[in-house]
């Protein structure tokens, strides 16, 4: 994720000098009528979902490049390289996403779409002494590369799969690994019980089923959940409650009424027996020194007068 | 028109019988022919007659005790004023101490002055976001503590059997720590109960109220209100923080702490009431700054309290310290929350962001606005309502302090009980968010992988529930549970406030509004076609106008809740929508009956001064309004004189006119000065005797700065020993008196008096007549008497409490 911050960060600050160094407006134009059409597709990974304009798209940028003077065979060989394990990753994550895989099936194709990014984005210069950062990342407005790239990562790291995987991109961790095998543990089991009473089912499958749930509580505060193991637990709590009712039943609401309605006659005792026993509070009223009333006044003046 | 009130005294026998607790109504220029004034007319002569002569005075009181039978005694009602509240001395003596150092001071001291109320104003801040901060933090993590162990238990428990037992911890868990805090609070400080904003408020308009802004008031106010939050109960930190402000503004200003013995020599020259009082107001600003974060609310909170002595560069110094303590309060949370720099949260309670997209909210505001401010306001006055018998029948019968301990706990277990009841029957359940927004989600019945709903409201501290309220997803509640939640509540809160621990009430009512708004939300929601949805969706937005309208109903406030409210927010455009809801809650609930904080300052029996007189008391004039006759004392005085006077228990007065007798004339004293009660004990104390200063000649002359050290704790008279000898000195009061007192004439009407006695926050005005002899005295007390009731002009009593 570093990485992708970072590549971002960079191109944003070029990307604001850019037009003071390629400000040239052939370079515009040629982008700019590629532009409209590609914008919705490479919006959100549309792509995906409607395979036929994939060839066209890569043939059309392929045959434009030789008129590019800036495009070396070295990037567009980069490029193709990108393009071929795009749709690798692509077609690797649409039929992993009910019920989710996306992390178990797929992490070794995002690990080689994620080696060739940093090929195209390191500032290295391959043969030829050219940079395929600048051509390929940084040339036009659309940034195309780099867009369809961040959106795949956007996927990752939402999935969180690298919470599962191995430091190296590898392999599964082995936390994840032993969930997966306790999880099958948990659903042989339902299988096994699954016809007749659910009640039994709730009874022998309790064991393994508390072990899942356990397993998983734990790796939720360590937070190395993805989002398969997520999915997989919910699934399976949701068979476990919903499906083969097996929630703890509500049953001992006699003892919790008498208590509580214990609690509440206590402050009706208490206020009735402070009214009964307490003493009432009296104030002693004070007679403030007025002047007489006014008739009195008057008699006042008159007798002094 | 005295004579309503000689009624009452005279006759008190026939009179018990009678409606007792009721206010007299004055009746207009009666005449009504009664028993009594014949026995006062002689008396009346006679009194009137030697006025000036202070020896008088106890024969008087001894005479009239003796007529008057024993004293009479009444339950407590809302109609009386208590003598334990007195004024603040806001007017500035112009002896000739303070103008000789006034002459004294160059120029650079009156710089320095104003560079350390500024410093003060600094501090005032500061340590205001910094107890804050301490409140914050202890309560959420014993609060998190217990609800993690009550949550483990009931987790252990619903699979076990015997959730009663949880229950039972839960119960006693919140009475354990209610009773410590009610504790300190009933046995060691009554004062820090409640709120604390009806006191400061009081303070602001000018009242001394015993022990308000002490150092112990302020540590039981802090350990009271951390105790009744953690403890369950449906209440508050915001409101003790405007308290605990006005405290350590009271001591900072100081920079001595009488409780602790402490004088660091800085700022004496504060050390009186007009300079104390507006640093008061800055903590107060400060106060509510921290709560709310909101430094402009809080300025205009102490402009709408104490509004009548204000000026530009106090206002100033206020938002200044306001400031301080706002981002105090922010950057130490942000250090605590391991975000350092990430200032967050500016205030106690955290609305959190609401979008400033209302293009659509504010054409729907347009149209139920106001059945949510009526219904705000209604049920403000409901609560009210319900409020003020319950304080009635606290004051009158749960007066003993372990009654009202007792009295807390059950509250506490009684919240608990009907929490968990609530949480136990609720069968709404929704998914656990992936954002985590509950704290501490409570699965009970709930298919796993879910959480009860009803457990959001209820398990978690109301700062908490108020939020998610406002920003939880639409359908994270569903309308049965939020309209049990609101009646439960609101019972709970209504109840709960005027117990004696320290907590406040703007939260419960927030928390109401906002359960209520957002039923009304869901209720609007469902009942629309689906086209309209996007507009009538997002009912945190309701639930923020409902919270405004709610707390509006209730407290009755205006300018300084409005930019409160909009500045937790977070987004002006909001400004108008809560204004006017404000307004129209305020309005309809005034229909009904007042404010909380009004209804607790009248049942506190103090003497508070509206910003208007009763409208119809024109007719009224200065020498019914007076009390009379007055205690004067000569310029050159005796001091077994003096002694006697300020030692009389009966009279316990507080300033006395200084008159002086033309030298060989019959002609009656006049009036030439005023001296307070404070001012002679310190003269006292320090023997300033026209005889002993003759054989002394090398005596030290006395300073302001001697009134100033025994500021604000004066000695009793019973302390101060005067031997028989000394009794027979004199005591030259010219120097110390303050030389121009206000006056009026007597046929003054009420309103003026009224207006020149607000405006200035004096604490007595002299009544004179054509010849400058005193004739009356008018002070707080006789004027705060005088409110415009249900049948016309009432006017309050006198009382001991």
Known sequence: MSLHKHSCLLVLAVFNIYPAVFGDGVNLAVSDPADKPRQTSSLSPAVVVNPPPDPLFSLNLLSSLPEDPEISDYCSELLHIFGQLYVDYVTCLVPAARPVKVCQNCYSSFGSLKNIYTNISSDQEGPGNVSCRDSLLRSDRLMLVYLMYSNLVGIWSKSACDNCITEGGQSLTNDTLFFLTTHNQTLTCFEKYKEGNHSQLCTNCKSPYKDLNELYSGMEKNQTLCIDIEDAMNMTRRLWSKYYNCSFPREETVPVIAVSSFMLFLPIIFYLSSFLHSEQKKRKLIHPKRAKSYASLMNIQDKLS | MANITKKVSWSSRADESGATGEGTPLLNGSEQPRHSRQLSEGRSIFQIGRLSTVDLEEEITSDEDSLRGRPKEIPHNEKLLSLKFE???????????????????????????????????????????????????????????????????????????????????????????????????????????????????????????????????????????????????????????????????????????????????????????????????????????????????????????????????????????????????????????????????????????????????????????????????????????????????????????????????????????????????????????????????????????????????????PERSVRSLFHNQPGSYNPLTLGLFTLTYFFLACWTYGLAVSAGVFIPSLLIGAAWGRLFGILLASITSNATVSIWADPGKYALIGAAAQLGGIVRMTLSLTVIMVEATGNVTYGLPIMLVLMTAKIVGDYFVEGLYDIHIKLQSVPFLHWEAPATSHWLTAREVMSSPVTCLNRIEKVGTIVDVLSNTSTNHNGFPVVVQVAGSDEPAKLCGLILRSQLIVLLKHKVFVELARSRLNQRKLQLKDFRDAYPRFPPIQSIHVSQDERECMMDLTEFMNPTPYTVPQETSLPRVFKLFRALGLRHLVVVDDQNRVIGLVTRKDLARYHLGKHGLEELQLAHT
């Open chain 2, 87 to 461: 004024s603040l001395d806001y007017d500035n003596i112009e002896n000739q101490l303070f103008l000789e150092e006034e002459r004294r001071m160059s120029y650079m001291g009156f710089r320095c002055l104003e560079i350390s109320r500024w410093v003060v104003c600094g501090l005032i801040g500061f340590l205001t976001g910094l107890i804050a901060c301490f409140i914050d933090i202890v309560v959420e993590e014993l609060a998190g503590i217990k609800y993690q162990v009550v949550k483990q238990n009931i987790e252990k428990f619903t699979e076990a059997g015997g959730l009663s037992i949880s229950l039972i911890l839960w119960a006693v868990f919140n009475s354990a720590f209610v009773m410590v805090g009610a504790i300190i609070v009933a046995y060691f400080e009554p004062i820090a109960a409640g709120s604390g904003i009806p006191q400061i408020k009081c303070y602001l308009n000018g009242i001394k109220i015993p022990r308000v802004v002490r150092l112990k008031t302020l540590v039981v106010k802090v350990c009271g209100v951390i105790c009744s939050v953690v403890g369950g109960l449906a209440v508050g930190k915001e409101g003790p923080m405007i308290h605990s402000g006005a405290v350590v503004a009271a001591g900072v200003s100081q920079g001595r702490s009488t409780s602790l013995k402490r004088d660091f020599k800085i700022f004496e020259y504060f050390r009186r009431d007009t300079e104390k009082r507006d640093f008061v107001s800055a903590g107060a600003a400060a106060g509510v700054s921290a709560a709310f974060g909101a430094p402009v609310g809080g300025v205009l909170f102490s402009l709408e309290e104490g509004a009548s002595f204000w000026n530009q560069m106090l206002t100033w110094r206020i938002f200044f310290a306001s400031m301080i303590s706002t981002f105090t309060l922010n950057f130490f949370l942000s250090i605590y929350h391991n975000k350092p720099g990430d200032l967050s949260s500016p205030g106690l309670i955290n609305f959190g962001r609401f979008e400033s997209d209302v293009r659509n909210f504010l054409c729907v505001f347009i149209f139920c606005f106001s059945p949510l401010s009526c219904a705000g306001g209604i049920l403000g006055a409901l609560f009210n309502v319900l409020n003020y018998w319950l304080t009635i029948f606290r004051i009158r019968y749960v007066h003993r302090p372990c009654l009202q301990v007792m009295e807390a706990m059950l509250v506490a277990a009684v919240t608990a009980t009907v929490s968990f009841t609530m949480i136990y029957f609720s069968n709404d359940c929704q998914p656990l968010g992936p954002e985590h927004n509950e704290e501490y989600p409570l699965q009970l019945f709930c298919a796993d992988g879910e959480y009860n709903s009803m457990a959001t409201a209820f398990f978690n501290t």
